[in-house]
């Protein structure tokens, strides 16, 4: 689409700030028509201040915000799997959270991340919801159990404390997880030890693995 003008920022009119030290040379009209809320936003700037400068930096998921922009130039979505949380806030911000946005992040090596970058994930996907996020949602939830599984024995505990924040409050909830997604049946065991080192509420006869 408009890779080029992204790339040079030739004929900018308006200056968005991202972050403390960075800026991006931008295109009024492009981001006008490719993203409605900007021209509220645009709109609402230009009321008050007669400069072409838009900050940014404060907005929701602002370190993510360069790769929605890009996206807004280029009609494809390209980032970090460390990145995930604040794009998909930053998408959220400027109404673009789209299906395609949501097959991206589903490709990802999301199981490649550690438990509490899972957790900001899932967080950002629960407060900022739209229309296909739950299978996201669900994606990383069951990578959040499975990474869990296999953290050091040193950092169980905060393990343990994030399964508490995602509501899996007893360890028979845990298991039915481990047991539907876990093909090595020696890390579901290796799970059960770990959590129970750790004095996880059991609930009553939970079941076995045949």
Not at 7 to 19: A, H, L, R
Not at 152 to 181: I, P, W
Request: charged share 25%.
């Amino acid at each position: 689409m408009f890779k080029e003008l992204w790339e040079s920022g030739d004929g900018s009119d308006v200056t968005v700030i991202i972050s403390a030290d960075e800026e991006l040379a931008l295109h009024k009209f492009l981001l006008v028509n490719r993203c409605p809320v900007f021209k509220g936003l645009l709109n609402s700037h230009s009321a008050e201040s007669k400069d072409d400068t838009l900050d940014l930096k404060d907005a929701p998921g602002s370190k993510g915000m360069k790769y929605v922009l890009q996206h807004l130039y280029t009609d494809m979505w390209d980032f970090p799997v460390q990145a995930t949380a604040d794009v998909w806030a930053a998408a959220h911000y400027l109404g673009v959270c789209s299906k395609a946005l949501i097959e991206y992040i589903s490709k990802l090596p999301l199981d490649q991340l550690e438990p509490p970058a899972m957790l900001e994930i899932y967080m950002s996907f629960k407060k900022h919801s739209a229309e296909g996020s739950q299978s996201v949602r669900d994606l990383v939830h069951r990578n959040f159990y499975f990474s869990c599984a296999k953290i050091h024995t040193n950092e169980a505990c905060q393990g343990v404390e994030l399964s508490r924040k995602l509501h899996m409050k007893t360890f028979d909830g845990y298991f039915r997880y481990a047991q539907k997604y876990v093909k090595d049946q020696n890390l579901v065991f290796a799970a059960f030890e770990l959590l129970l080192l750790f004095s996880l509420e059991l609930s009553p006869g939970p079941a076995s693995i045949s």
